[in-house]
């Protein structure tokens, strides 16, 4: 059973997205600490900007004073720019390395994350959390993380100015903004909505262009082309039709939004000209309102924006930090030492479910040191189940049995230590777009080329490796697609041969390979075999007449056990399951034997 954990930080941070993608910025704050004192330099700069306007005009009879004052504007503007440089700058790097750190984190917590939670998502879902919503995320720090210290300073810093030069003129030039911003903000509450909807089916798009992609060679013996297009296309319909909808709804904010700000704009030369008239205002402080106002009016007309913007990064940022609130496999316990000479696997009264169905039910047996144990069964009775549990991917609930590898339970295992002592060949080859000898080393990491080489001649891999164009460095294509099933399969067992590991768990082939192929197959599995403790799901009589046991599944639950010869002699389930299965074999085998 795999015992599972929350990574502490994570869990304290659960409902604090922010906080959680803060953590990820946190190493380093020193260019966060830049960015926002520059942003703090460029709103100071910004106000005094129009305290030297304002002298300007106040002493335009001073050519000394004029060129004292021009000397300061020059070197603010100077200051202004660099700072804005440091804003950029500092910006793209820290938010270009959090997000770094955030996607390898993801990528390092996928792996650990236990099957059960594998099974909830689908990989295109989580490449497009790891792409589009880390970019959000990105997105948002580099260009708007800023704008939440510069516009409020800019806003403070206009705004008592203002009030002391005339705070009736600003008062009334801005008395509408308030409503104005009532009302762009309720506009702009769907484009969050929109803005979520379209990343729901952008991962949908993804999901299914990586399943037609990766499922191409189907795709193009079924005519599912237009199948699968279909469904790319609706599933990129509703990623325009939301972003269109958004940008319908950006576009009907502009209109009113910009008359909105406008207006104080109107009241405050209607309302300035009648002060500078009655003498209550100077030309100088009608100029520095002109300026400042402007900075009054930006940041409440981009508030409810960034509100938005802010949002919808909590949305991206939800997706993400999702994955990381699902626990991981336990890994840190300490390795056990083990007995060579215990049982090297046994299960004892082991039951199990997915979710609800049970799919195992009191099952036990007892795999003794160098003896194979053959599962057989009928579609579905839960053989590759026993296989899964018995690697780990799956916990079993507690009170539901337990299961032993050399002696101890799977509980007191560290899952990862626990699985050098397997190896698994299933019929269902993975290979990864690497080279062969890569590939084969995966048994290994660290093995030499001359064990790598052992194990493919020993696997029946060797000869035909040499045949490809640029031999153990060929590569073999997404999931081994320039491979045939037989070459996938001897790869496989070449690196299963290399990891040496003392258990081995095999699901036999199924798939039907030309006699040739099958024979150099068989033959390397019966060397990967040879001195191993093996549980197999046999598909093969031979198999099964040589295997010390035989374990016969019906719908979860272990109703016969023995050797091939006792079960024949029973007449039950293993009978007719023999004589539907595997007949065709036995009566190749008496062909072959010449009776
Ligand atoms: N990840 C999963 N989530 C939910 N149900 C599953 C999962 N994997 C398998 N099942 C279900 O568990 C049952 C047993 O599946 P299992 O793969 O163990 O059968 P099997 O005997 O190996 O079948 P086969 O010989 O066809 O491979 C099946 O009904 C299957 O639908």
Redesign the pocket.
């Known amino acids: 059973m795999i015992v599972t954990k929350q990574d502490p930080q994570t869990r304290k941070r659960k409902n604090a997205v922010f906080g959680w993608v803060l953590s990820f910025v946190k190493p380093y704050r020193n260019w966060v600490v830049i960015c926002i004192l520059a942003s703090l330099l460029v709103a100071v700069a910004d106000i005094l900007m129009g305290v030297l306007i304002q002298r300007m005009v106040e002493h335009t009879n001073d050519f000394d004073k004029l060129l004292h004052i021009a000397l300061i504007i020059f070197c603010l503007t100077i200051v202004g720019f660099l700072a804005k440089y440091f804003i950029t700058y500092s910006a793209a790097r820290f938010s270009a390395r959090a997000m770094r750190d955030l996607k390898n984190k993801m990528a390092a917590h996928l792996e650990k994350v236990p099957?059960s939670t594998m099974?909830q998502y689908h990989s295109g879902d989580l490449v497009s959390r790891l792409t589009s919503d880390a970019q959000i995320l990105q997105s948002f720090l580099q260009q708007h993380f800023f704008q939440l210290f510069y516009l409020p300073v800019v806003f403070a810093g206009a705004l008592t100015l203002l009030l002391s030069i005339n705070w009736k003129l600003i008062i009334f030039s801005v008395a509408i903004l308030p409503i104005a911003i009532v009302i762009t903000g309720r506009m702009s509450r769907p484009l969050q909505t929109y803005a979520e909807r379209m990343q729901e089916h952008l991962g949908q798009a993804n999901t299914v262009a990586q399943d037609t992609l990766s499922g191409i060679h189907m795709v193009k013996a079924f005519q599912l082309e237009d199948v699968m297009y279909r469904k790319y296309a609706a599933g990129m319909k509703q990623v325009l039709k939301n972003g269109i909808l958004a940008e319908k709804k950006r576009a009907w904010m502009t209109a009113p939004g910009i008359l909105l700000f406008s207006a104080p704009i109107l009241f405050f030369v209607a309302y300035g000209g009648y002060l500078i008239q009655t003498g209550e205002l100077s030309l100088g402080s009608l100029v520095i309102f002109s300026y400042l106002l402007h900075f009054i009016i930006e940041p409440l007309s981009l508030a409810p924006v960034l509100f938005a913007q802010v949002q919808e990064t909590s949305g991206a940022a939800k997706r993400l930090q999702d994955i990381f609130l699902q626990p991981v496999e336990e890994n840190g316990r300490t390795a056990i030492p083990i007995d060579p000479a215990a049982v090297p696997v046994e299960f004892e009264n082991v039951s199990f479910a997915?979710?609800k169905t049970k799919?195992l039910e009191n099952v036990s047996f007892v795999l003794p040191p160098n003896k194979t144990v053959a599962l057989v069964?009928?579609?579905?009775?839960?053989?590759?189940?026993?296989l899964k549990l018995l690697c780990g991917f799956y916990r079993i609930e507690p009170g539901n049995g337990c299961m032993r590898v050399f002696g101890h339970s799977l509980n007191d295992w560290n899952t990862a230590e626990m699985r050098h002592y397997l190896s698994l060949v299933s019929q269902d080859t993975t290979l990864f777009p690497v080279s062969i000898a890569e590939n084969i080393s995966y048994g290994r990491v660290h093995a030499t080329r001359d064990e790598i080489i052992a194990a493919a001649k020993a696997a029946n891999a060797h000869d035909f490796i040499l045949e490809l164009p640029q031999g153990y460095e060929t590569k073999v294509g997404e999931r081994g697609s320039r491979l045939s099933g037989g070459q996938k399969q001897r790869i496989a067992i070449a690196r299963a041969l290399l990891k040496d590991a003392p258990i081995l768990l095999l699901d036999e082939p199924t798939s039907a390979l030309d006699t040739e192929s099958e024979a150099l197959v068989q033959e390397a599995l019966e060397n990967v075999m040879r001195n191993r403790t093996v549980l197999v799901?046999a598909h093969r009589l031979s198999t099964i007449k040589d295997a010390d046991e035989v374990l016969v599944?019906e719908q979860g639950q272990i109703v016969e056990r023995g050797t091939h010869y006792e079960l024949l002699a029973q007449g039950g389930v293993y009978t007719r399951l023999y004589q539907k299965q595997f007949a065709t074999d036995e009566q190749r085998a008496l062909a072959a034997e010449g009776v």
């Open positions: 099957m099974d997915y979710e799919i069964g009928a579609s579905g009775s839960g053989k590759s189940t026993i799901i599944l």
